[in-house]
């Protein structure tokens, strides 16, 4: 009986694994050095305060990220600084009630080699449907990242304002 147990357990447990696949370590890689390099990019642009008028954002605790060009599952980890991920017309939903504000975007990420990351993060106003002002001000910085290791490095970066 103990062995017929035995043989009975293994089979189940065979057929338990068989529709079971080892996750796929390149995609989880990939996951991770786009949500690394993510982090990096918002890390410089709210809390070393490097994306351009930085000062004019309404509330630096409270920032809105247009989530144009984010992976779906990404979700922004700051501290002190709550990232609001909104689509496009939940920003402008959010301009028209309370009205014009600053905010900020990626227009770029990518990943040239396996070991040399690309980002591009804006500063842009959002306006209201019936704002009459003209904004002279948002920018932004890019920013090229090596791997060093297990670690992403800023390589180069540029800036600009508008």
Same mark, same amino acid.
Request: proline share 4%.
């Given at each position: 009986?103990?062995?017929?147990? &035995?043989?009975?357990? /293994?089979?189940?447990?065979?057929l338990a694994?068989? !529709?079971?696949?080892?996750?796929?370590?390149?995609?989880?890689? /990939?996951?991770? #050095?786009?949500?690394?390099?993510?982090?990096?990019?918002?890390? #410089?642009?709210?809390?070393?305060?490097?994306?351009?008028?930085? &000062?004019?954002?309404?509330?630096?605790?409270?920032?809105?990220?247009?989530?144009? $060009?984010?992976? /779906?599952?990404?979700?922004? #980890?700051?501290?002190?600084?709550?990232?609001?991920?909104?689509? @496009?017309?939940?920003?402008?939903?959010?301009? $028209? #009630?309370? !009205?014009?504000?600053?905010?900020?975007?990626?227009?770029?990420?990518?990943?040239?080699?396996?070991?040399? /990351?690309?980002?591009?993060?804006?500063?842009?106003?959002?306006?209201? @449907?019936?704002? $009459?002002?003209?904004?002279?001000? !948002? &920018? !932004?910085?890019?920013?090229?990242?090596?791997?060093? &290791?297990?670690?992403w490095k800023?390589?180069?970066?540029?800036?600009?304002?508008?």
């Amino acid at each position: 009986m103990r062995k017929t147990c &035995g043989i009975v357990l /293994a089979a189940l447990l065979m057929l338990a694994c068989q !529709g079971q696949r080892s996750p796929d370590p390149q995609a989880a890689s /990939a996951e991770t #050095r786009e949500t690394r390099i993510l982090d990096l990019a918002m890390e #410089r642009a709210l809390i070393e305060k490097k994306i351009a008028d930085h &000062g004019l954002l309404a509330d630096p605790r409270k920032v809105v990220l247009s989530d144009r $060009n984010l992976p /779906a599952d990404w979700r922004p #980890r700051l501290d002190g600084v709550e990232i609001l991920l909104l689509t @496009k017309a939940e920003i402008e939903t959010r301009a $028209n #009630r309370d !009205g014009d504000f600053l905010f900020i975007y990626v227009s770029e990420l990518s990943f040239p080699e396996s070991d040399t /990351a690309s980002i591009r993060v804006h500063s842009m106003w959002a306006k209201a @449907k019936d704002s $009459n002002v003209v904004y002279l001000s !948002g &920018g !932004g910085f890019a920013v090229i990242y090596h791997k060093d &290791g297990d670690t992403w490095k800023e390589a180069s970066s540029a800036s600009w304002i508008s």
